[in-house]
């Protein structure tokens, strides 16, 4: 009895199914034709709208980046030199050069002296393709005003009618285009809109359609930051710049421009700080060798007059650790106030990417790297109020993380004050205890100790100031760019974008799956109705 109910329900499943799929056919062969005539009624549209797309081509270059350290120069394939100039690479220093790249700060400088996309200029070609040209252009426009920020991006096209005049008018791609005045060539025009001049370098019989970018922000946020890519290479410090644009050669310009302008920018910072570092040694220096004539002139006159050519062997021992430890002590001292200028600084400022160099100084690694990540949230908050309200929880967030690091970074500058100011103690400890030693050689000897060890300690420190300018110098007058070319700027045949025929697949394919959905949606409106009328 259960074999035959199980069979049972099985035909019966089977019946239905089979039902099912003979519905199914049904209803696509009935709106059959409505499913064709729409799919590629989709299609044809799209494959128009393609048609008419500009083409994008990319153009790239490909940068290595070279190591920085205090020993060794040079480029290496082994690691990306840090910002902060520690050895060994960074992949945060490189992220840091992207991001910097990418701002408006960056390119607003290039655009500064590269007007190329103030003024675009636009041909219908032979297969009637709206197309940007560049170069053998009959007319010039200049003294171009938008008025307002809502006509930034506008066009206009101009119209020849004789050789002193021109038609002015408003461009439509379905309309006719309306007509805003005739006007004389290198005279201003003020229209409701803008204001600009327009010169006549040839006669031309086809019109041209010109577009106005209004302002160099304008240009960055619609037209160069959605077409710029910036990546980073995973094997070695390389990072790969490319441009998307309608007219290649106007890609590449813009990219060796924005090399220049990052290249220079490297080398005169580098030199501004050798610079800075190279005047204080000066001032101390000037200091020293006064003093260093002085003592030892003192040193010389007191072995003459009490006929002392050389002091004991305990003597010179003494004077020798003496020395050690003055100069260890003058050394903390410095450090001690550039601690102390440090943390006033954190103290009063929200910027503290300044005191880098100082941290480098004071060899305090940990801070050095809460400051990289610090400075990798200020680019993060950066990019955050380009695109956001100052209350977005972005926003906010990225700035608690900031202020909780500076906090982290006072914090150690703190510590390492009280660690400096207890090694100080122990030092000074230390003199005294030499100082006691002192006291039981005879009366000449301590004198010539006091005098030796203050030629000594005058000495090493400007022997010491003397091989931190000569570093400073050499770094100031071999500034070179981080940055060298390694695949020069590159622009291939072919368009980048758009895909054309892939867009019309995806168009057919998707039209085709709507065609059919909107079919069974038409056959069970059908069937309501016809339940409706049954009832």
């Given at each position: 009895?259960?074999d035959?109910?199980?069979?049972?329900?099985?035909?019966?499943?089977?019946?239905?199914?089979?039902?099912?799929?003979?519905?199914?056919?049904?209803?696509?062969?009935?709106?059959?034709?409505?499913?064709?005539?729409?799919?590629?009624?989709?299609?044809?549209?799209?494959?128009?709208?393609?048609?008419?797309?500009?083409?994008?081509?990319?153009?790239?270059?490909?940068?290595?980046?070279?190591?920085?350290?205090?020993?060794?120069?040079?480029f290496?394939?082994?690691?990306?030199?840090?910002?902060?100039?520690?050895?060994?690479?960074?992949d945060?220093?490189?992220?840091?050069?992207?991001?910097?790249?990418?701002?408006?700060?960056?390119?607003?400088?290039?655009?500064?002296?590269f007007?190329?996309?103030?003024?675009?200029?636009?041909?219908?070609?032979?297969?009637?393709?709206?197309?940007?040209?560049?170069?053998?252009?009959?007319?010039?426009?200049?003294?171009?005003?938008?008025?307002?920020?809502?006509?930034?991006?506008?066009?206009?096209?101009?119209?020849?009618?004789?050789?002193?005049?021109?038609?002015?008018?408003?461009?439509?791609?379905?309309l006719?285009?309306?007509?805003?005045?005739?006007?004389?060539?290198?005279?201003?025009?003020?229209?409701?809109?803008?204001?600009?001049?327009?010169?006549?370098?040839?006669?031309?019989?086809?019109?041209?359609?010109?577009?106005?970018?209004?302002?160099?922000?304008?240009?960055?946020?619609?037209?160069?930051?959605?077409?710029?890519?910036?990546?980073?290479?995973?094997?070695?410090?390389?990072?790969?710049?490319s441009?998307?644009?309608?007219l290649?050669?106007?890609?590449?310009?813009?990219?060796?421009?924005?090399?220049?302008?990052?290249?220079?920018q490297?080398?005169?910072?580098?030199?501004?700080?050798?610079?800075?570092?190279?005047?204080?040694?000066?001032?101390?220096?000037?200091n020293?060798?006064k003093?260093?004539?002085?003592?030892?002139?003192?040193?010389?006159?007191?072995?003459?007059?009490?006929?002392?050519?050389?002091?004991?062997?305990?003597?010179?021992?003494?004077?020798?650790?003496?020395?050690?430890?003055?100069?260890?002590?003058?050394?903390?001292?410095?450090?001690?106030e550039?601690?102390?200028?440090?943390?006033?600084?954190?103290?009063?400022?929200?910027?503290?990417?300044?005191?880098?160099?100082?941290?480098?100084?004071?060899?305090?690694e940990?801070?050095?790297?809460?400051?990289?990540?610090?400075?990798?949230?200020?680019?993060?908050?950066?990019?955050?109020?380009?695109?956001?309200?100052s209350?977005?929880?972005?926003?906010?967030?990225?700035?608690?993380?900031?202020?909780?690091?500076?906090?982290?970074?006072?914090?150690?500058?703190?510590?390492?004050?009280?660690?400096?100011?207890?090694?100080?103690?122990?030092?000074?400890?230390?003199?005294?205890?030499?100082?006691?030693?002192?006291?039981?050689?005879?009366?000449?000897?301590?004198?010539?100790?006091?005098?030796?060890?203050?030629?000594?300690?005058?000495?090493?420190?400007?022997?010491?100031?003397?091989?931190?300018?000569?570093?400073?110098?050499?770094?100031?007058?071999?500034?070179?760019?981080?940055?060298?070319?390694?695949?020069?700027?590159?622009?291939?045949?072919?368009?980048?974008?758009?895909?054309?025929?892939?867009?019309v697949?995806?168009?057919?394919?998707?039209?085709?799956?709507?065609?059919?959905?909107l079919?069974?949606?038409?056959?069970?409106?059908?069937?309501?109705?016809?339940?409706?009328?049954?009832?």
């Amino acid at each position: 009895m259960n074999d035959i109910t199980r069979k049972k329900k099985y035909k019966d499943y089977i019946e239905k199914d089979d039902i099912s799929i003979r519905e199914l056919f049904s209803t696509l062969g009935y709106y059959k034709w409505s499913i064709i005539f729409l799919t590629f009624l989709i299609t044809f549209f799209v494959a128009v709208k393609v048609y008419f797309m500009p083409k994008y081509y990319k153009s790239s270059v490909t940068l290595e980046v070279k190591v920085e350290s205090k020993k060794a120069g040079g480029f290496s394939l082994g690691g990306a030199g840090a910002l902060l100039g520690l050895g060994g690479g960074s992949d945060a220093s490189l992220e840091k050069d992207i991001e910097l790249l990418k701002t408006f700060r960056t390119n607003e400088k290039v655009l500064r002296k590269f007007d190329n996309y103030m003024v675009r200029y636009f041909v219908v070609d032979e297969s009637y393709k709206e197309r940007e040209v560049d170069e053998n252009l009959s007319i010039h426009i200049t003294n171009v005003v938008v008025k307002s920020f809502k006509h930034y991006g506008m066009k206009l096209v101009i119209e020849p009618l004789n050789s002193k005049q021109y038609r002015l008018l408003k461009p439509s791609k379905i309309l006719k285009k309306e007509l805003i005045g005739v006007f004389d060539y290198d005279k201003k025009v003020d229209t409701e809109k803008c204001s600009l001049i327009v010169h006549q370098k040839q006669s031309f019989t086809e019109p041209y359609t010109v577009q106005f970018s209004g302002t160099k922000r304008y240009i960055y946020e619609k037209i160069i930051k959605p077409n710029l890519t910036i990546g980073l290479s995973k094997d070695a410090p390389f990072i790969t710049i490319s441009l998307l644009d309608t007219l290649p050669k106007r890609a590449e310009a813009y990219l060796q421009r924005l090399i220049d302008v990052y290249t220079k920018q490297n080398i005169e910072d580098t030199k501004e700080d050798a610079s800075i570092d190279i005047n204080s040694y000066n001032r101390q220096l000037k200091n020293i060798e006064k003093r260093v004539d002085a003592t030892s002139n003192r040193l010389e006159a007191y072995k003459v007059d009490n006929s002392i050519v050389e002091p004991q062997a305990q003597a010179s021992i003494l004077i020798t650790e003496m020395s050690k430890v003055k100069v260890q002590l003058a050394q903390n001292e410095y450090k001690k106030e550039l601690l102390r200028n440090l943390i006033e600084f954190v103290q009063n400022n929200s910027d503290i990417d300044a005191i880098a160099p100082s941290l480098i100084e004071l060899n305090d690694e940990p801070t050095i790297s809460l400051i990289k990540v610090i400075q990798e949230k200020q680019l993060e908050l950066s990019n955050f109020l380009m695109k956001y309200q100052s209350n977005h929880p972005n926003i906010t967030n990225t700035q608690s993380k900031i202020d909780f690091l500076q906090a982290k970074v006072l914090s150690n500058l703190q510590n390492l004050q009280k660690t400096l100011d207890s090694k100080t103690n122990s030092l000074y400890q230390l003199q005294e205890t030499y100082k006691m030693q002192i006291e039981s050689i005879p009366k000449k000897e301590q004198k010539l100790i006091t005098f030796s060890r203050d030629y000594q300690l005058n000495a090493k420190m400007y022997t010491y100031l003397l091989q931190e300018r000569s570093t400073a110098e050499l770094k100031r007058d071999k500034a070179i760019s981080r940055f060298r070319v390694i695949e020069k700027i590159y622009t291939p045949d072919g368009a980048e974008k758009p895909k054309k025929a892939l867009m019309v697949i995806v168009a057919f394919i998707s039209a085709l799956i709507f065609s059919i959905f909107l079919s069974f949606f038409r056959n069970f409106l059908n069937k309501e109705r016809r339940h409706d009328k049954k009832n």
